[in-house]
């Protein structure tokens, strides 16, 4: 029952989420379609996580847990895209040059305010890395 009830409170959140976001405008910079493209990636894993998870009578529990870590992935690097990188860093990135190792990536997006309180590096470390 407690699945039922986590399961049914992350659709909820991901249909409130998705209300705002369908049609709203992206500001029209490298910086914000690198970072909004990745967090909306972050958001399509969580749905088909969701999705996986919510199959009756038979979910892919296997499959929705390995999508954890990209999703994990691409939200941190669309934080970081948004908030820390330069802009050398962005137009590498664009330019398909792969950004640094999340560890590095997460202890930067942990000195901006809102994310200091050391879960994204908690997060992290439940997956071994």
């Given at each position: ?7 049914a ?16 405008a992206?500001?029209a910079s ?19 996580i ?11 529990y296997?499959?929705a847990?390995a999508?954890l ?16 990188a330069?802009?050398?860093?962005l137009?590498?990135f664009?330019n398909?040059?792969e ?5 590095s990536?997460?202890?930067?997006i942990?000195?901006?305010p ?7 590096k ?8």
């Amino acid at each position: 029952m407690l699945l039922d009830n986590a399961i049914a409170s992350s659709a909820k959140w991901l249909d409130a989420c998705n209300a705002r976001l369908d049609g709203a405008a992206v500001e029209a910079s490298d910086r914000t379609r690198v970072s909004a493209g990745l967090l909306h990636l972050s958001l399509e894993h969580h749905g088909a996580i969701q999705l996986l998870i919510s199959n009756k009578p038979h979910p892919h529990y296997g499959s929705a847990c390995a999508l954890l870590r990209p999703q994990f992935e691409s939200f941190v690097r669309g934080v970081w895209f948004h908030h820390c990188a330069n802009e050398q860093q962005l137009k590498d990135f664009i330019n398909r040059c792969e950004p640094q190792r999340i560890d590095s990536l997460i202890l930067a997006i942990e000195t901006v305010p809102g994310y200091e309180e050391g879960l994204l590096k908690a997060t992290n470390r439940t997956f071994g890395k």
